[in-house]
């Protein structure tokens, strides 16, 4: 049950207040899903980018959580801004309302959740006793940018094409077969006239798709929030 309550990403779609430290007042949001590393939120008025931010937000009457964020990724959905946060600080206490606001108010999400047949979920790798699915933040993002990258096992270079995005992983098309589980080096060009974006990661999976062209998904080492926002504001 702790397994399952750590990974579940709970789809809530019901009407929230927020409110940014500072702010005098509460503004009316929308929370689409949420888990313990992160939500998805939609509201009229415009999240600082590139900060760490201090909200809190009230669920229902008996929910209210105390949170520090940071915008992964945002869009415009009829009128209205839709945001990706990942959670930098959240406390025991907040996982148990998350968790309790759901049991109470969404009972359905904790059968779907637990009888839900295999075939029927997205493939998923296993990491370390978790899934790809479940340590991204939110759904991939496509973005198409160059890459060079060292295997670290052999000490090889080879150039790649960026496919899409995640605040923790990267799927790309390699010239080279990338074998699960070899660590990386990555460069990537993003067109900002910036430096290149450092990042290191692991090969997850390789598929071959013809010869000299693999598609690769690679977990990074660490979610770069900085330089991430660099790719999702292009």
Not at 31 to 55: H, T, V
Not at 83 to 93: A, D
Not at 126 to 149: C, H, N, V, W, Y
Not at 187 to 201: F, H, I, Q, S, T
């Amino acid at each position: 049950m702790k397994e399952r309550k750590r990974d579940s990403r709970w789809q809530i779609n019901r009407e929230a207040q927020v409110k940014l430290e500072g702010a005098q007042t509460f503004a009316p949001c929308h929370i689409r899903d949420i888990n313990f590393k992160g939500l998805q939120i939609s509201l009229k008025m415009k999240l600082p980018q590139e900060a760490f931010l201090k909200l809190t937000i009230v669920l229902s009457d008996d929910f209210t959580l105390s949170l520090e964020a940071w915008v992964v990724w945002r869009k415009t959905m009829h009128g209205l801004n839709v945001y990706g946060l990942y959670f930098t600080k959240i406390n025991e206490q907040d996982k148990e309302k998350i968790y309790r606001f759901v049991h109470k108010y969404l009972p359905h999400e904790m059968i779907k959740r637990a009888w839900q047949e295999p075939e029927m979920q997205e493939p998923e790798t296993k990491i370390g006793g978790e899934t790809m699915q479940d340590r991204r933040i939110f759904a991939r993002f496509p973005a198409s940018f160059p890459l060079r990258f060292i295997d670290l096992h052999n000490n090889q270079e080879g150039e790649a094409q960026a496919q899409d995005f995640s605040a923790k992983g990267i799927g790309l098309v390699a010239n080279k077969e990338l074998n699960p589980n070899v660590p990386l080096e990555m460069w990537l060009k993003v067109p900002d006239r910036g430096e290149p974006l450092y990042a290191r990661g692991e090969v997850v999976w390789s598929k071959r798709l013809e010869p000299n062209k693999y598609r690769v998904g690679v977990e990074l080492e660490k979610a770069d929030l900085m330089g991430m926002s660099r790719i999702f504001r292009r």
